[in-house]
């Protein structure tokens, strides 16, 4: 890329700016370079990312349980249980395709569970107003640690209201892009936190400005990753390590081989409940070479 030859890799505020000018709104694309510079400078100077970033204020990073459909109630209950036995504390249920199906498992994981879990519900931005504030509703005795982005990503202020109607914190996640969306959420009192994803909002260098923004207002912080390779997943874990307030447990990506066909690094990341960075300089991993040609397209 022309923006980016013969620029030192120390320059990150100008050449994410500029980046950013040159094609707004690309921030997965930009996640990928930012990243990257927070990876060579670490390398450069022989500390972690995380040092780059005000140095380590947790040894390890909590995570949640993204809980996975099975084809009965039971199952996922069951699944859950287990995931509860090594460790997990959190878990994050996918719900808005079956209104009567989704009551009936966050019911049933509260029986099973108790109140050694925390049950967080997230539609991915897939419910109407109506059908949102009817779940809600329903499982509000259930005592759920948080609803995540359960309207459309463009009704912020439809948020708000949802916000105003329910007991259950919300998380804005689908509708958080960069610091003018998540003002936006601010403004309307639209959540009690904010989601972000280390691609979907262009880096560490642009979630640590949006965890700024939203700390400042009050918003809890949940970081995060998509199911993505190790790079990713150990970009986001840095960042929060070196972040000085609390965090929430955050979904990272719980096993890659279960998401992706292949890794890219020579030591693919292994998540469980507490994810951990090395001392190893910049993010710690190392591309393969040899996977990165197989895997290339032609």
């Known amino acids: 890329m022309p923006h980016l030859i013969g620029a030192s890799a120390f320059e990150s505020a100008k050449i994410m700016a ?16 930012a990243d990257a510079l927070l990876d060579i400078q670490g390398k450069l100077l022989g500390v972690p990312a995380y040092q780059l970033l005000g140095g380590k204020c947790r040894d390890s990073v909590p995570a949640c349980a993204v809980l996975p459909m099975k084809p009965t109630i039971e199952q996922t209950v069951d699944n859950a249980e287990r995931l509860l036995d090594v460790g997990f504390r959190t878990f994050s249920i996918k719900v808005g395709t079956d209104p009567r199906a989704d009551v009936a498992l966050v019911r049933a994981l509260r029986e099973r569970l108790q109140d050694k879990a925390l049950l967080r519900i997230d539609a991915n931005a897939s419910m109407s107003f109506d059908d949102a504030l009817t779940l809600l509703k329903k499982i509000e005795p259930c005592d759920l640690e948080s609803a995540e982005q359960l309207t459309a990503s463009w009704d912020v202020e439809g948020m708000g209201e949802l916000a105003r109607r329910t007991s ?17 959420v601010i403004r309307h009192r639209a959540a009690a936190a904010v989601q972000t994803k280390i691609a979907k909002n262009g880096g560490v260098w642009a979630c640590r400005k949006l965890w700024t923004i939203g700390s400042g207002a009050g918003l809890k912080i949940c970081p995060g990753n998509h199911p993505s390779t190790s790079i990713a997943t150990i970009a986001v874990a840095h960042l929060a390590t070196a972040w000085p307030g609390p965090i929430l447990d955050g979904p990272f990506t719980v096993g890659i081989a279960d998401v992706l066909a292949e890794d890219v690094v020579q030591e693919p990341i292994r998540t469980g409940h507490l994810v951990r960075v090395g001392e190893a300089p910049g ?12 895997l290339r397209a032609h």
Do not use: F, K, M
Not at 168 to 184: G, Q, W
Not at 283 to 294: A, F, K, P, Q, T
């Open 18 to 33: 500029t980046l950013n000018e040159t094609l707004w709104h690309s921030y997965y694309s930009q996640a990928a370079i």
């Open 168 to 184: 259950i914190p919300l998380v804005a996640d689908e509708c958080v892009s960069d610091d003018h969306s998540i003002l936006a």
């Open 283 to 294: 993010l710690g991993v190392e591309l393969d070479d040899d996977r990165i040609r197989h």
